[in-house]
């Protein structure tokens, strides 16, 4: 998790698309260039960006060697001189038991188009 908010925060956008869950990547490849560059854009110091923050676990689900955390994030924005602190929810998720790790937000988790409803672990 620490590589994916580094990532992040950090604005490297080819090792946040790769450490980003596969299905959500092609799904927004698919939904052409514009949309796909929404959804990877990273914050820049020039922008004040968003930027994530003391990350905290709140529900492990292991089933069948597929493994599902949810973390609770803050989403640091700071514009225009003024500063807002927004919850983010971001899903890990393992195929394998724990060995390697994807990421996903909440919104795209619960995205029928994207993870369908039999393979999520955590339903809330």
């Known amino acids: 998790m620490s590589a994916y908010v580094n990532a992040h925060n950090g604005g490297s956008v080819v090792a946040f698309v790769a450490m980003t869950h596969p299905n959500a990547v092609a799904y927004y ?11 990877f854009s990273l914050p820049s110091s020039d ?44 899903m890990a998720v393992s195929d394998d038991n724990g ?4 990421f996903i937000d909440e919104d795209d988790y619960r995205n029928e188009d994207i993870i369908q409803k039999t393979d999520r672990l955590i339903e809330k």
């Open 29 to 39: 490849r698919e939904n052409g260039d514009e949309a796909f560059e929404e959804k």
């Open 99 to 102: 060995i390697s790790w994807f």
């Open 47 to 90: 922008d004040g960006g968003d930027y994530l923050q003391d990350g905290t676990v709140k529900e492990v689900v292991s089933e069948n060697g597929n493994i599902h955390v949810k973390y609770h994030f803050l989403s640091v924005e700071d514009r225009f001189y003024e500063t807002k602190a927004l919850e983010m929810i971001i």
